[in-house]
């Protein structure tokens, strides 16, 4: 039996249309002759959602009862009996009720595809598992309902369901995407234009990524390995060198240009290590990639072209930038065509831009400079191994001479050329290669002492002994530098290690840096230079010694107090120097919005209490206002019973306005530190009849847990009043018919705690510090007829009569919020007589 399709129809949020999509796709399924059934389709209330459910066949679902709400899910036994050609499913990152078969219903969707049924489902961005993050940043809501990537990527399709942000705006408010009552709430909160845009702009962005991996894993399997230009991608190669800054800003240009393109940085190292490049200018050169919106990317091969090449044909290259070459023309001549040449012939149909260079045409050595080059102490002593070596062996071989052959004398000088090389390299063995190569034409080759060879074998065999020595001479000192490498390799390495270990275990990277740059370096003081003056200094502080500087920024420079350095230090702390200008960057970056936090907060504040004002207060000045005018143009003639209703309904309004608006001038107060408080000494009890009269709560309502012998507190009984009513009313709000609230006072220590307990659904923990800013709700949506400021104001007033509030979980299910007030030190218990 083959395994079922699926087909999924994603959105950017609720009621751009999936459900929709789905049953008109199940339609023209049904219209084609395919068996069509409704496994489960949620049409939230709305009526052309549910006038075009009604039109196919339903399975019907299986109802459980959780926690006093009837909920629907897809009935797998049920479905698989009746085993249709199509299933729809609605909401596929829907979490099942408990007790069900599988906790998630894409799960209920797999089981359905292994059992050979196709499946229609629907799914919003924000349920993507990777995307959960991202979505919360946007939104400020955390989502719990989420599918792994994998589920999505497997179906067999994806369609998007796509609504312009504005046009979902105007659904909503049109009322076909949620009740009235949740309308305003919604268009204020999850539904604003800038998360909405957003919200569009990362599905189309995920479905863009889907479709290129659908792309690339195609090319793949039918080993497709020329380009398709469906995007502009353009791969700027990178050596190191100084260059590099313009490739990158031209291969951007290049990319731009497209409207869409992509930009990428590669950087081919040699496997051996001796075309080294610079780290300083690689660094930076990487910052400005990803400022330019590019991926950088480093690969090692022992071919650079064919490296490039394959690297740009595996991510479906476009376009390739690579700089004019280096190398001077006679270098050029002598060594045949370089790396530039090689990637053009190689390229195939993917474009190369050669671009030029201030540094084009500057190389002309044959023989690499790279960072494993023998130190000039080491050369010298090669030169002087070759003049005292070369003259001592030439008396020793005259003393042994033989005229039959000049095998020996050969051998001789052969062995000197070897150890000159690994002595001083290259340069001092091909200088005693020559010279001994005459030195053996001259004295040992008949005719001797003259430069003329009369036997045609010892010409061929000078020939050869002259090519054998300069060959040995490279080839010792390739090892010579390679072992050289090596060792600087590990050295290097450890330092950069010892300095991101400081760095990662530190809590200031800047100064992690610095320390483990002065340990590392053995310097005795390393200092931080902005404009002159010295900032920042560790170790000894005025210390003397050779001071060597290193530039991080414009303004900016590190110095280090000590030995001298040797220029392959210097090369290391380039690289230190960028680190260190990333740290402080971000340093400077976080103190920035360290400073910002306050005004962030203030705008948040102002923008809920706007919100407030535009929603919550409109409600009560809407009712006033409609029964005031409605008397005034019929007073006369309604009955004496509608005037009462009329007057009470403004009454009522008014009064809510008026508790609103105190709610409001009360949290400023707070914010503002402004809070009048009298404090005194009272028994809490006094000031629970007040509370609940507040509330309109009997003890049918509430249930009190009030000791008989209670210490006073010390406290004002306006705002406890308050604090306490507070409470309760939210406590009322959540509590289950037929499970009252609990308010239990007892004393612990030196505070006296009141406990107002509810079996509600809780808070999340997550969630606990939140509930206490202003303007929070239960969530986005809640219509609870206030502007979320009671915890606020609860623990504002709490805090100012030196008490605390917090929030703790209800043992069973619920929440429990805890008053601790300071007991009455000043009142003493009288002595028993």
Known sequence: ??????????????????????????????????????????????????????????????????????????????????????????????????????????EDVETLLDAGIDVLSTVNIQHIASLNDVVERITGIPQRETIPDQVLRHADRIELVDLAPQALRDRLTAGQVYPATRIDAALSNYFRVGNLTALRELALLWLADEVESALQRYRAEHGINQSWEARERVVVALTGGTEGETLLRRGARIAARSGAGELLAVHVSSEDGLAAPDPAALASQRVLVEQLGGTFHELVGDDITTALIGFARSVNATQLVIGVSRRSRL????????????????????????????????????????????????????????????????GLLSVTRSGESLTAEA???????????????AWPAAFAAVLSG?????????????????????????????????????????????????????????????????VLRGIDAGEALLDRTREAFGMASVRLVVDGRIVEEHGEIGAEGVTTRVPVDDTTSLELVGRALEPSDRRILNVVATQLGVALEHRSLTDTARRLQPLAEVDRVRSALLAAVGHDLRRPLAVATAAVSSLRSSGDRLSSTDRTQLLESAERSLGNLAHLVTDLLDVSRVQAGALAVSLESLDVADVLPAVLADLDAGPAEVTLDVPEALPPVRADPVLLQRVLANLLSNALRYSPDGRPPELALSTFGAVLQA??????????????????????????????????????????????????????DTPGGGLTMVLELPVDATVREPADA
Not at 413 to 423: K, P, R, T
Not at 797 to 802: C, I, R, V
């Open 331 to 394: 270098i050029a001549l002598l060594t045949g065509p370089g790396t530039s040449s090689r990637v053009i012939r190689a390229s195939g149909d993917i474009d190369v831009h050669m671009v030029t260079h201030s540094a084009a045409g500057r190389r002309s050595t044959l023989l690499p400079r790279g960072r494993g080059a023998l130190s000039r102490r080491r050369r010298v002593l090669g030169f002087v191994m070759a003049l005292v070596g070369g003259p001592a062996l030439t």
């Open 1 to 106: 039996m083959s395994r079922g399709r699926l087909l999924v129809f994603l959105g950017a949020a609720p009621g751009v249309g999936k459900t929709y999509a789905m049953l008109e796709e199940a339609h023209r399924l049904q219209s084609e002759g395919r068996d069509v059934a409704v496994a489960v389709v949620l049409d939230h209330g709305r009526r052309a959602t549910a006038s075009l459910a009604a039109g196919l066949e339903s399975i019907p679902p299986r109802i459980v009862q959780h926690g006093g709400l009837r909920l629907e899910e897809v009935d797998l036994d049920a479905v698989i009996a009746r085993r249709p050609q199509v299933a729809l499913v609605d909401e596929l990152a829907h979490t099942n009720a408990p007790g069900s078969e599988h906790a998630k219903r894409w």
């Open 411 to 425: 051998l001789g000088y052969q062995l000197l050329v070897i150890l000159v090389a690994l002595i001083g390299g």
């Open 755 to 808: 406990r107002v307990i509810d079996h509600g659904p809780g808070i999340d923990e997550e969630r606990r510090e939140r509930m206490f800013e202003p303007f929070q709700h239960t969530s986005d949506t809640a219509d609870t007829g206030g502007i979320g400021l009671g915890l606020a104001l609860s623990r504002g007033f709490a805090e100012g009569m030196g008490a605390t509030l917090e929030a703790e």
């Open 438 to 502: 005459l030195t053996l034409d001259y004295l040992f080759a008949d005719p001797l002492f003259t430069f003329t060879i009369a036997r045609p074998e010892h010409f061929i065999a000078l020939l050869l002994y002259l090519a054998n020595g300069l060959l040995v001479s490279f080839v010792v000192d390739r090892a010579a530098r390679l072992t050289r490498i090596a060792r600087r390799s590990a050295s290097e390495s450890e330092v950069l290690a010892t300095i991101a270990g400081g």
